[in-house]
């Protein structure tokens, strides 16, 4: 059990360029979630997966921000055109099926920073 | 919608002091409840949850917290804290459909020598 797997750990990119995440879930784990984590706050759900398919996205993800599962394994976020505002780090955890005793296992998250 | 309310920010404590941390969350329907740790530069671990039965939940390094349904609060609790317990502690609701976390802002728990 490799845990899950994100990539890269940090980026700094400048204000208007696009940036790609990647997160590769824990084996067999059906459901992946995106989270965003500020300074100073909680994580805050983003979008999560059932397997390929995308089931529930936040307010949170504007139209800049994009998440796929392709083949229902790994998953890649991405955001177009960044702002300073999008500084943070993002989080994917995964685990299997629902939450209902099931644990939620997460990465050890990507920080991007936007200057 | 969920919500959760960690009251303190920063606790400072000494070394083999008790310590709580104090967590109250709102919710309409009912719920399952959870204790992240978050250690520097990591990612967030489960320390323990709640999801029925004993209202007193235990996780295997010492930490305890008790669902109290009428005063909606899940707070955690350790009665000797040790240095390496010093990172960000975060209290998460779900409710029982189960298909996202709701995160409180954190407590961060320093653990003085």
């Known amino acids: 059990d490799t845990g899950v797997s994100q990539d890269p750990r940090h980026k700094i990119t400048k204000r208007g360029q696009n940036v790609t995440f990647r997160c590769d879930p824990i084996s067999e784990h059906n459901r992946l979630y995106w989270y965003r984590q500020t300074l100073g706050q909680g994580p805050e759900f983003l979008t999560y997966f059932q397997n390929e398919a995308q089931l529930e996205k936040s307010r949170l993800l504007s139209d800049r921000f994009s998440a796929e599962r392709p083949k229902g394994s790994f998953s890649t976020l991405e955001i177009q055109r960044t702002e300073q505002g999008d500084s943070a780090m993002y989080l994917c955890a995964s685990s299997l099926g629902r939450i209902s005793g099931n644990t939620i296992y997460f990465g050890e998250g990507s920080w991007l920073t936007v200057v | ?113």
């Open chain 2, 1 to 113: 919608a969920q919500s959760v309310t960690q009251l303190d920010s920063q606790v400072p404590v000494f070394e083999e002091a008790p310590v709580e941390l104090r967590c109250n969350y709102s919710s309409s329907v009912s719920v399952y409840l959870f204790w992240y740790v978050q250690y520097p530069n990591q990612g967030l671990q489960l320390l323990l949850k709640y999801l029925s039965g004993s209202t007193l939940v235990e996780s295997i390094n010492g930490f305890e917290a008790e669902f109290n349904k009428s005063q909606t609060s899940f707070h955690l609790r350790k009665p000797s804290v040790h240095i390496s317990d010093t990172a960000e502690y975060f209290c998460a609701v779900s409710d029982q459909g189960g298909n996202k976390l709701v995160f409180g802002a954190g407590t961060i728990l320093r653990v003085k020598s």
